[in-house]
């Protein structure tokens, strides 16, 4: 990478993180953290899961902080179900109620709005957008090869 395109990607960053530094700032108290959304996004992609599943897609986070997280998500917020599995009592199933399915809809959506907006001010050309998809998924690919198989989401 050039200087001038690592300038360019620092300076992009540095805007995109002000940027969601405002956006934390000004959401409400009860607003979702990125691991709870993370969490419900997981649950999305892959369906049921154990704590222990969940807890196994994040390095340096302790099973016991995912399954506080987990019964915040389920007992105060009411956006997952928990049900103790029959065949071994020890092992909690999780899994996404219609109301967590609605809530990462709308984050889904907000995301969706904010990238719309900044592509759509910048002008970009038909050709510029396939480029741009093309390095996005290329991106994705090496970041799929730093992340163990458990924690890249799988696709349905």
Do not use: Y
């Amino acid at each position: 990478m050039g200087p001038e395109l690592e300038q360019a990607v620092h300076e992009l960053a540095l805007r995109m993180r002000m940027i969601r530094a405002i956006q934390e700032d000004a959401a409400p108290d009860d607003a979702l953290t990125e691991r709870e959304a993370l969490i419900l996004h997981l649950l999305k992609e892959r369906g049921q899961m154990t704590v222990t599943q969940i807890a196994e897609a994040w390095p340096n986070v302790s099973e016991s902080t995912v399954s506080m997280t987990i019964t915040k998500l389920w007992r105060k917020l009411g956006l997952v179900s928990k049900t103790i599995s029959p065949e071994n009592q020890r092992i909690t199933q999780v899994e996404l109620t219609d109301k967590g399915v609605a809530e990462l809809e709308n984050i889904f959506k907000q995301r969706s709005m904010r990238i719309k907006a900044l592509f759509d001010s910048i002008n970009m050309t038909d050709e510029e957008k396939k480029v741009m998809i093309s390095i996005c998924q290329r991106g994705v690919k090496v970041l799929d090869q730093f992340l163990s198989p458990a924690r890249v989401p799988k696709k349905e």
